[in-house]
């Protein structure tokens, strides 16, 4: 099972808490949420709106990506949500 992330969109997700983006293994699409208390783990001075969550998303994007890439490793789920212990 290999993961790559070739679309560079991502979202806020104000219900959640999150920034949601996707990954793809050949055709499937998966979705991705990165909680905000795993953003604080790579940035603890943020602000909890939305520009920050995702300027932080922005700034470590590989790292967070790689954390996406472990979580999926441990098996397909139709959705992942990566929490402060997986960064």
Not at 4 to 30: H, I, K, L, M, Q
Not at 34 to 47: K, Q, S, T, V, Y
């Amino acid at each position: 099972m290999s993961i790559s992330f070739p679309n560079a969109s991502r979202s806020f997700d104000a219900a959640r808490r999150s920034v949601s983006f996707w990954g793809y293994d050949s055709t499937f699409e998966f979705t991705f949420h990165i909680g905000e208390d795993a953003l604080r783990r790579l940035n603890p001075d943020i602000r909890g709106d939305e520009s920050s969550l995702l300027g932080v998303f922005d700034a470590n994007r590989g790292r967070i990506q790689a954390a996406a890439g472990v979580a999926y490793g441990r098996g397909r789920q139709s959705s992942y949500r990566l929490a402060a212990s997986d960064i």
